[in-house]
């Protein structure tokens, strides 16, 4: 059974930087694509960040724009997601999985964060922004 795996989550001061990593023993990330999401405590789980098969094709949640990049390493068969300037409001637990109907993220009308179109969802990884 496929299962994705986050790591890279930890506590950090508001400012600092983390980077997460979402990888998939078994199972092939290339022709997919990844999603990261996060959820609060009290809060839904939400999407943050996409990235396509292409590397051109990315989505950010409007909340983390400019202050995260996702990107993917094919050959490592992950996907990260590089979080800088870190806010308390960020902390989370993140999660990855596969959008097994669509492998872009970006494109006219397109929201590529829906979570019923997403799978394999990991265990995930937590992250704390605190002083």
């Known amino acids: 059974q496929v299962q994705f795996v986050e790591s890279g989550g930890g506590l950090v001061q508001p400012g600092g930087s983390l980077r997460l990593s979402c990888t998939a023993p078994?199972?092939?990330?290339?022709?997919?694509?990844i999603g990261w999401f996060r959820q609060a405590p009290g809060k839904e789980r939400e999407g943050v960040s996409c990235?396509?098969?292409?590397?051109?094709?990315?989505y950010y949640d409007d909340s983390v724009k400019g202050r995260f990049t996702i990107s993917r390493d094919n050959a490592k068969n992950t996907v990260y997601l590089q979080m800088d300037n870190l806010k308390s409001e960020d902390t989370a637990v993140y999660y990855c999985?596969?959008?097994?109907?669509?492998?872009?993220?970006?494109?006219?009308?397109?929201?590529?964060?829906?979570?019923?179109?997403?799978?394999?969802w990991g265990q995930g990884t937590q992250v704390t922004v605190s002083p």
């Open positions: 078994g199972f092939f990330l290339d022709y997919y694509a």
């Open positions: 999985a596969a959008n097994l109907m669509r492998s872009v993220c970006s494109g006219y009308g397109l929201d590529p964060m829906i979570q019923h179109e997403y799978a394999y």
């Open positions: 990235a396509g098969h292409s590397a051109g094709s990315t």
